[in-house]
Nanobody, 123 residues
Framework: QVQLVESGGGLVQAGGSLRLSCAASGRTLSTYSMGWFRQSPGKERELVAAISWSGGSTDYADSVKGRFTISRDNAKNTVYLQMGVLKPEDKAGYYC????????????????WGQGTQVTVSS
């Protein structure tokens, strides 16, 4: 069974940067498409970014295009989310997830989930 563990969250000032990591254990991630989601209290979990198994294709929510970059290192079994020019509205719990197919945009299409890491952006 694959376990996903996120890290890298924290408190940052608006305009700052953070890099989130999602490390997998128990099985290789190289056959999965991966996504980063975020969720704030009272809101639905939303896709932030997704990446195909090879890393050759990516997809971003309009709200983060040009500010966030998703990448992966299959040799390290790790997926990253580089977040820049952070805004207070980026504050949320961030979750990585694995899916069988690239292009999945809804949480229900992802079968494996990490426990999440909190990102707080102060204004």
């Amino acid at each position: 069974q694959v376990q996903l563990v996120e890290s890298g969250g924290g408190l940052v000032q608006a305009g700052g940067s953070l890099r989130l990591s999602c490390a997998a254990s128990g099985r290789t991630l190289s056959t999965y498409s991966m996504g980063w989601f975020r969720q704030s209290p009272g809101k639905e979990r939303e896709l932030v970014a997704a990446i195909s198994w090879s890393g050759g294709s990516t997809d971003y929510a309009d709200s983060v295009k040009g500010r966030f970059t998703i990448s992966r290192d299959n040799a390290k079994n790790t997926v990253y989310l580089q977040m820049g020019v952070l805004k207070p509205e980026d504050k949320a719990g961030y979750y990585c997830a694995a899916a069988g197919l690239f292009g999945a945009r809804h949480a229900r299409e992802y079968s494996l989930w990490g426990q999440g890491t909190q990102v707080t952006v102060s204004s």
